[in-house]
């Protein structure tokens, strides 16, 4: 979810979901922010059995959100931010992270909030990570889209 275009989603009520927060370390100014947007969402939605689980960098955001996945977490939130450089790196890691993070949440039916920046530069970043400055708050909104899936699927 991002700028235009982006879906009005109330921050649901979830009391008793066990949710995994899984947050990269890298750009910790932006990162760390992303994990305290979703632990406001937490709150907000009235979860209280969370879980903040910080790996190195967003390319092993994927495995570490299988293994919190296939351990009874209802919902994982994947955190954390790409900036691109002077080389094709920034391709191969958000490529992987998002295929990864995807394969997770298909092969094991356990809703992925999708809150990993793939920016330009450092002002990009810092204006999506829920700072006080910033234009949005994509940790907090990973975690609500998460969550509205996790009640979805429990609808069916």
């Known amino acids: ?21 899984v947050g990269a370390q890298w750009h910790p100014k932006v990162t ?3 994990v305290a947007g979703a632990i406001r969402a937490l709150d907000e939605a009235g979860v209280t059995d969370y879980t903040v ?3 190195p960098g967003s390319f092993e955001l994927p495995v570490a959100s299988l293994h919190a996945a296939k351990n009874g977490y ?16 920034f391709e191969y890691v958000c490529q992987a992270t998002t295929e990864g993070l995807m394969q997770v949440g298909v ?9 990993v920046l793939t920016c330009d530069n450092d002002p990009q970043a810092l204006d999506r990570a829920g700072l006080p400055d910033s ?9 609500q889209a998460a969550l509205a899936t996790l009640l979805a699927v429990r609808s069916l």
């Open 1 to 21: 979810m991002s700028g235009s275009g982006a879906p009005t989603i109330e921050t649901p009520r979830a009391e008793g979901a066990r949710v995994a927060v």
């Open 32 to 34: 760390d922010a992303l």
């Open 53 to 55: 689980i910080r790996v």
């Open 74 to 89: 209802d919902a994982v939130i994947a955190l954390g931010v790409v900036i691109r450089g002077d080389t094709p790196h």
């Open 107 to 115: 092969t094991t039916g356990v809703p992925i909030g999708f809150g």
């Open 135 to 143: 234009r949005e708050d994509k940790g907090y909104e990973a975690t």
